[in-house]
């Protein structure tokens, strides 16, 4: 509900005193005097366990509010919104999509009169466990809803209901263990491009890409990553930059891939290694070392996740141009990374305006022969735009290493996304820079 919509709701109330409840349901602006967070909960579970979810309950006001905690059955209907479902049958009424109902699993501590007072200026928290029954399978869906009971001797009574979407998966421990797993996402080698040649000579070497398939149902998709090359010059690295970088000792000129000429794009299929032929061709009047980074952009495939995600691996590329080669041994280590998990999003007061900030985690796992520096950025691609930023931890890696990635976003305009199962709010794009001396 927007400002404008209240306001009219509010001159309604003036004019019939007692006579409106107004309910604002899942989390409106209309009351930005008092908090619920967080306001959805998603969670992949196995029969038996139980969850745990903390709600902070936060009053700006000048008086004291009493909230009234309900579980209660929510479905999205054909437009994908959530709606509030009073069939007994949620998973069978008309109009919804069919997921089977949790609501019966929550629980919390309350007296009799199941009533929370939080005092004015003061937050107050609830905690709601989740049992999840040993026999559960497959998809479920319910909602907690914080109604906001007016006080007694209020002129005008305006009732809040604030409705928090819970959606749990079950697993088996098995299934369960699968996905918590991180799983090889890519593989590139060679790490370094090492290669030394007469003045005139044309020198080859592949590129070899692997992804594996880790589906784990036969129904389910494994879809093709993209990639592509490109050439760089490293003193237009930034990161690379030395006193001795420049365009006399460069070779991204000399640098050409596959077999047809320069390809812009290729396709990475699951579990079948990808060969790039890269050739480099030296002029006949070189002499001396020169370098040059070969970057490689992968684009794996966005099923359901709400961020895209763009590695941009820098490859170092060095060419020794002498009479007499050295027969220097070929770097043959390869450059891992692991996807470990989803990118969820949650809304963050600390940010601002919980309805329109965000805030999440994740993780990567890197093994580098090198140290790499790691760096992240972010942009926007849904209409509700935002401003997206995203930080690193560690900087700076070598060997295996675990990297968190903290992204937050603010001026998310919700109001602004598509109804669909699936939307895509903004692209990652995650750096891996030697750091390596040429």
Known sequence: MNATRFKLYKALALLLLNALVLSVLFASTANAQFVVQPMQHKKTLSPGMTDTITFTLTNKGETPVQVRPTAIDIARNKNNEWQVVKSSTPETEAGHTSVQSCKTWLSWPHTADNL?????KKKSTVKVSIQIPSD??????????FALIPLPDAQIKIRYDFVVPIELKVLSPEELAF???????????PARIDLEGRPGQILTTTLTLYKPSYKRFKMDKDLPTSVSLKAIDISDINELKSPSSSPATSCESWLTWSTSGQQD?????????????????????????????????????????PIATRYLIDIPVQVSVGETPTQKPHNQDNILIYNTGRYDLQQDSALGDPFYSYSGENYIETVTPFPTQITASMKALSPAK?????????????????????????????????????????????????????
């Open 265 to 305: 794009t290729f396709s990475m299929e699951p579990n079948k290694p990808t060969q790039i032929p890269v050739s480099v061709e030296i002029p006949k009047e070189a002499s001396g070392v020169y370098n040059s980074v070969l970057q490689v952009v992968l684009m794996p495939p966005v099923k359901t996740e």
């Open 179 to 189: 996905e918590s797993t991180p799983k090889l996402y890519h593989s590139i080698a």
């Open 116 to 120: 929370i007072t939080v005092p004015a």
């Open 136 to 145: 559960a399978n497959g998809k479920y869906q319910a909602a907690m809803m």
């Open 386 to 438: 935002g401003d997206w930023t995203c930080c690193a931890m560690p900087k700076l890696v070598q060997n295996h290493a675990r990297v968190k990635l903290n992204f937050l976003v603010k001026k998310l305009d919700i109001d602004k996304l598509p109804a669909s199962n699936h939307v895509l709010l903004a692209e990652l794009e995650i750096k891996l820079i030697p750091q390596t001396k040429f």
